[in-house]
Nanobody, 115 residues
């Protein structure tokens, strides 16, 4: 069964940190470009960060540069998003996506940044 399962979301205070994980199964993870998206209430889904299949190159949305880090472990079929210095505007449902010749989405994990 092809699937992506996110975990690690939760409630955190402003300035805090969280690490999201996305576990892949049912496809050759190491061949796929991976990315994290987020969608806040009433807003469109937006790209947060991406990483190439080998992990050799990454890209980030300007608003998270210097605060978020995307990484992957192809031996564990998992992609991560380390989030630091979190702000209330980072509150959203976070999704991972795998892309090669098709797109595979996870179900999302809620991140809430609030005092």
């Amino acid at each position: 069964q092809v699937q992506l399962v996110e975990s690690g979301g939760g409630l955190v205070q402003p300035g805090g940190s969280l690490t999201l994980s996305c576990a892949a199964s049912g496809f050759t993870f190491s061949n796929y470009f991976m990315s994290w998206y987020r969608q806040a209430p009433g807003k469109e889904r937006e790209l947060v960060a991406g990483i190439t299949a080998t992990g050799g190159s990454t890209n980030y949305q300007d608003s998270v540069k210097g605060r978020f880090t995307i990484s992957r472990d192809n031996t564990e079929n998992t992609v991560y998003l380390q989030m630091t210095s979190l702000k209330p505007e980072d509150t959203a449902v976070y999704y991972c996506k795998a892309v090669r010749f098709r797109q595979i989405w996870g179900q999302g994990t809620q991140v809430t940044v609030s005092s």
